[in-house]
Each structure stands twice: as C-alpha cells, then as structure tokens.
C-alpha cells in the first residue's frame, strides 16, 4: 500500500498562484506514476498533470498547459504541483494519485482515474475572481 497526504490548498486571488504538495509513504518504491486531479462541485472528477516517478516525464491536460508544472523529488517520495496564473474555473478540491509497478500503460490511460491505485484525501483550492 501507498499512503498520500495531500497539502497546499487555500484561498487566492485570480491570477494568483499555489504550490500543492503530494507526501508519499509505504511501498514508495513500488511507484510507477503519480498523477494530479480536481472535481468541483457537480462535476465529475478531472484529470490534470502526471508524472512517471522514474523518468520524470509529464503530461498535462490542455486547460493547465503552460500555467501548472507537475514536478517530484524523489528523496522526499513528493509530488509537486506549481499552479500559477489561477483563474475561477481552477476551483476545486484537487486530490494525488499513485499507480504502482504496472509497466507502461496505453496512451491516455493514466488521464483516467480508474487507472491509480491509492488516492489522497484532497486539497481544497479557492481561486476568488
């Protein structure tokens, strides 16, 4: 098992910018990719950045492109989400959340969140207008 904590969230002005942190703790070594996602209220879960542990490379959902950077330090077993340039629509409670082993996945499963294992309890994000 793989256990997240989520940290970072709060209240900023549009425009703004937050930091979200992701701590891991457990079979850390078994981790494969950690991912970022959000849902507001009323909708449905989203995907927003991902990262694969090994290689550090990322992927991101068009509507974050060029304002967040998905980012780990790997001696810290911690994900990282810069998110700058905030705008209303950002709002949402934004959980981590980690496949572990499993080998390279098709393209665009790890957009979806039925393909993690393990989730963190959430962070919540208020960007004001």
């Known amino acids: 098992q793989v256990q997240l904590v989520e940290s970072g969230g709060g209240l900023v002005q549009t425009g703004g910018s937050l930091t979200l942190s992701c701590a891991a703790s457990?079979?850390?070594?078994?981790?494969?990719?950690l991912g970022w996602f959000r849902q507001a209220p009323g909708k449905e879960r989203e995907f927003v950045a991902r990262?694969?542990?090994?290689?550090?490379?990322?992927d991101y959902a068009d509507s974050v492109k060029g304002r967040f950077t998905i980012s780990r330090d790997n001696a810290k077993n911690t994900v990282y989400l810069q998110m700058n340039n905030l705008k209303p629509e950002d709002t949402a409670n934004y959980y981590c959340?980690?496949?572990?082993?499993?080998?390279?996945?098709?393209?665009?499963?790890?957009?979806?969140?039925?393909?993690?294992?393990?989730w963190g309890q959430g962070t919540q994000v208020t960007v004001s207008s």
């Open positions: 959340a980690v496949k572990v082993s499993g080998g390279n996945p098709v393209y665009g499963l790890s957009r979806q969140a039925l393909y993690y294992d393990y």
């Open positions: 457990g079979r850390t070594f078994d981790m494969n990719r």
């Open positions: 990262i694969t542990w090994s290689t550090g490379l990322t």
